[in-house]
């Protein structure tokens, strides 16, 4: 079984540029999760995808980025226009059931580094 | 708001100890807890997933205990060896879908 893919695995922008990450779930699951790690601080929730719904998106931090998950299979997270302080660690993760039971899975990350 | 605190986070022992990671919570309701491992560029690997109503979970030389009532939980590496070398990270489900991180130990086991 294929694990979650991202890509790509590092992007590199300029302020005000826009970025567009990608994330590959593991076949057959509902859940679908982004994460950000930025330097020094600990992962952080960003939002939650149930097949194409956003279930929960309280931890995107503003509205210039932009997750969709179209037809409920892979999703994209954007990030327009790139800030400094976006730079950090975008993880993915997916999950057959609500991680209230069930584990989540997670991606190998995209590095975004924002100068 | 729930918060999650590691101690330590750097560990540097010698191949063959046994050695304890520790992780607390300030928000006792949670759904479960997780241990996981990073590898350097690598994604996140779940190691153990505890149950709340769980009090430990074992899985060959780690063993992972949970005590919610005070917030706290203990990761335990057996003999430990130097592949055991990566960041752990506990985790707590306490809504309804997310998890909250704590920023991680990161275990260095020399040969």
């Known amino acids: 079984e294929a694990g979650v893919t991202q890509f790509p695995s590092h992007s590199v922008i300029e302020k005000g540029q826009t970025v567009t990450l990608r994330c590959d779930p593991i076949s057959g699951h509902d859940n679908l999760y982004w994460y950000r790690r930025v330097m020094g601080k600990e992962i952080k929730f960003l939002l939650h995808?149930?097949?194409?719904?956003?279930?929960?998106e309280s931890g995107m931090p503003n509205n210039r980025f932009l997750a969709e998950r179209t037809g409920g299979t892979y999703s994209t997270l954007k990030v327009q226009p790139a800030e400094l302080e976006d730079s950090g660690v975008y993880f993915c993760?997916?999950?057959?059931?609500?991680?209230?039971?069930?584990?989540?899975?997670f991606g190998p990350g995209t590095r975004l580094t924002v100068l | 708001k729930q918060e999650v605190t590691q101690i330590p986070a750097a560990l540097s022992v010698p191949e063959g100890e046994n050695l304890v990671l520790n992780c607390s919570f300030t928000?006792?309701?949670?759904?479960?807890l997780q241990w996981f491992r990073q590898d350097p560029g690598k994604g996140l690997t779940s190691l153990l997933l505890i149950q709340s109503s769980q009090r430990e979970q074992t899985s060959g030389r780690l063993n992972a205990s949970l005590d919610k009532s005070s917030g706290r939980s203990t990761l335990y590496i057996a003999a430990s060896q130097p592949g055991d070398s990566a960041t752990y990270l506990c985790a707590v489900t306490s809504g309804y879908s997310t998890l909250t991180f704590g920023k991680g130990t990161m275990l260095l086991v020399s040969p």
């Open positions: 928000d006792s309701a949670i759904y479960n």
């Open positions: 993760a997916s999950s057959r059931q609500l991680a209230s039971t069930d584990t989540q899975y």
């Open positions: 995808f149930v097949k194409e719904s956003k279930q929960d």
